[in-house]
């Protein structure tokens, strides 16, 4: 008896074990099935973004230059883009008068068109940009766009608009000299990329003129004898800013030169590490002499025609220098160039970059017209025993960081 009752409490605790196990599968299959239906009407959900796209903050933008500009165009929501720009102003009747013309085949007599089109489904992460290239000085341009939704077609409410102008390359500017107790009149040329960007840095060049040069206070005499300004007045670029105070003494001031530096990098986006320094004749005195005034401050240095306190030398002796002078120059001895070009070769502990001199086998004092500009007729004289050069490129290759 004992032993039937023991037998048959085994089995019902079996029985009820199994009845257990086979609950809590059922219970697991059913939260298996409701996580599947979840999952599923997850998939089903519609995410598609309908209705008005809109600009992204700070978007569209309009950046131009000196000769370029970029229009910028970044949206919200993945948009179909439409733009227009154009140097005729154009009076929408309607918005999509402006998807017409964009995607129009057709030429338009009423309209110069410079660019137009539409880009479709632009990310929300990425940036159109429309570059506009070989643009007049003194024309107003204008620029519109609108984005439309791709999933319903929907465009924004109203048309972007954007009209700009190009700013002039080289401008006469002021700034206040406290060593010569003056305004001072300056040449600033200002890079394409640089007005297009101001929030990068760029390098720039310090260009003295020589005696030539000088001038009464508050006129500009800098632009003409070959100088770097007149390189650039006469319609060429250089891949930097480049500043050409007005001095109104044969002998350069190095502490006003200074302030120029100071104005220059408070008022523009100069990178102070890639600061150039360069003259001719009396700047190129002024060049040799600002350096070992100020050895912190340049980057590198071309003094052409010029000379400098050899008994200094030794203070710019890590100063990367390229001297430049003709070699039967009358008004300006090469020996000027060639006896600090041996003075700093000669420093102990040696130079970080070698020094380099450049002789024209020429007479005359005018070195710096082909130094200036690679394609000045003065190079055609094989005589002279130096092929063209390219200092822009030379300067770019130092920095002080």
Known sequence: MKKSYIILLLLFSFTLFYSCKEEDSDVEEIEEEIVDENEEEEEEQDTTYYGVVNWESDFPQLRAGTATADFLLQTEEIANIYYLITSTEVNFNSDSLLVDISTSTEEIDSITILSKGLQEEINPSDTLKINLENLELGITYHAYAITQNPNDSTLQNSISVYNFSLTERQQIFTFTSEAESREVLYLGYQMD????????????????????????????????????????????????????????????????????????LSQYPIDENRLYFSGMSGGGIATWNYATDYPDVPAAIIPISGDGRDNKACDIKDIPVWAFHNSSDGIVSPNGSINMINAIEACDPAPAVDPLLTLFNDGGHNAWR????????????????????????????????
């Open 193 to 264: 990329e640089g007005l297009k960007y101001p929030e990068k840095k760029y390098p720039a060049i310090f260009h003295m003129g020589g005696n030539g040069e000088t001038a009464d206070q508050g006129e500009i005499n800098i632009i003409r004898n070959g100088s770097l300004a007149q390189y650039i007045d006469k319609g060429n670029d250089v891949p930097m800013y480049v500043f050409s105070p007005q001095h109104i003494r044969n002998n350069w001031n190095t502490a006003m030169i200074n302030e120029m530096v100071e104005e220059a």
């Open 370 to 401: 082909r130094v200036y500009d690679p394609t000045h007729p003065d190079w055609d004289n094989k005589d002279s025993g130096v092929e063209p050069v390219d200092i822009y490129s030379w300067f770019l290759q130092y920095s002080k960081d």
